[in-house]
Structure formats: structure tokens, C-alpha cells
């Protein structure tokens, strides 16, 4: 059974930066397209960045471009989250589809695994 655990999230001021992880067990990790969503408080899940199995492929909203970067080993997906601003405040979650081929999608109906979130706060 696939699992994927989350790890990173904390409370910074505006400007910080954070670092989220996401480890996947239960089957090979390379055959996963991989990707972050955010919800935040009272407002509806979002997608943030992903990416396909081999990395190649990254995808981004357009609210994080050029302060978010998303990454991955063999083992481990990467959120780097720079310049930090207090609309980034909100439960990220990774997720996983089975994706054999060099695409990621940017909807969540198409992830089939995911985490179980961790907070990210941004104070002003």
C-alpha cells in the first residue's frame, strides 16, 4: 500500500524560507508523478507545483513561480519555498499518481495518494 508522509512545515516570518519534503513507501518511487497542494484556512485546496517521474517536467501556479522550486531523488519530492509571504499560510499536502510516462497533472482528482499535510505559517 502506498503511503506518502510530509515533513517541514513551521511557522516563519515574511521573507523566510522553508523547506517540505515528501517520502513515498509501498512501491517504487520513480513511477510517480508527484505534486504539492496547499489549502488554506476556509478556502478550497489548491495546486501549488509538480513533477513528473523523472523530474524533467515541472509545473507551477502562477502565485509561486520564481520563489517556489520543486524537486526529487530517487527517494524524496522537494518543496523549496523562498521569499515567503503570509498568503503561502496553509496546510501543504503531497500527493502521488502512478505516471509512468513525462507528465505531471496540475488537478488533484488525478493523484490518487496523498499525505496527510503539514502547516505552513507566514507572519507579517
Known amino acids: 500500500q502506498v503511503q506518502l508522509a510530509e515533513s517541514g512545515g513551521e511557522s516563519v516570518e515574511t521573507g523566510g524560507s522553508l523547506r517540505l519534503s515528501c517520502a513515498l513507501s509501498?512501491?517504487?518511487?520513480?513511477?510517480?508523478?508527484m505534486g504539492w497542494f496547499r489549502q488554506a484556512a476556509e478556502k478550497e485546496r489548491e495546486f501549488v507545483a509538480a513533477?513528473?517521474?523523472?523530474?524533467?517536467r515541472k509545473y507551477y501556479t502562477n502565485s509561486v513561480k520564481g520563489r517556489f522550486t520543486i524537486d526529487r531523488t530517487r527517494t524524496t519530492m522537494w518543496l523549496q519555498m523562498n521569499s515567503l509571504i503570509p498568503d503561502d499560510t496553509a496546510v501543504y499536502f503531497c500527493?502521488?499518481?502512478?505516471?509512468?510516462?513525462?507528465?505531471?497533472?496540475?488537478?488533484?482528482?488525478?493523484?490518487?495518494?496523498w499525505g496527510q499535510g503539514t502547516q505552513v505559517t507566514v507572519s507579517s
Open positions: 500527493a502521488a499518481r502512478y505516471a509512468p510516462w513525462e507528465h505531471a497533472s496540475i488537478n488533484q482528482t488525478d493523484y490518487t495518494y
Open positions: 509501498g512501491d517504487f518511487f520513480s513511477e510517480y508523478a
Open positions: 513533477i513528473s517521474r523523472s523530474g524533467r
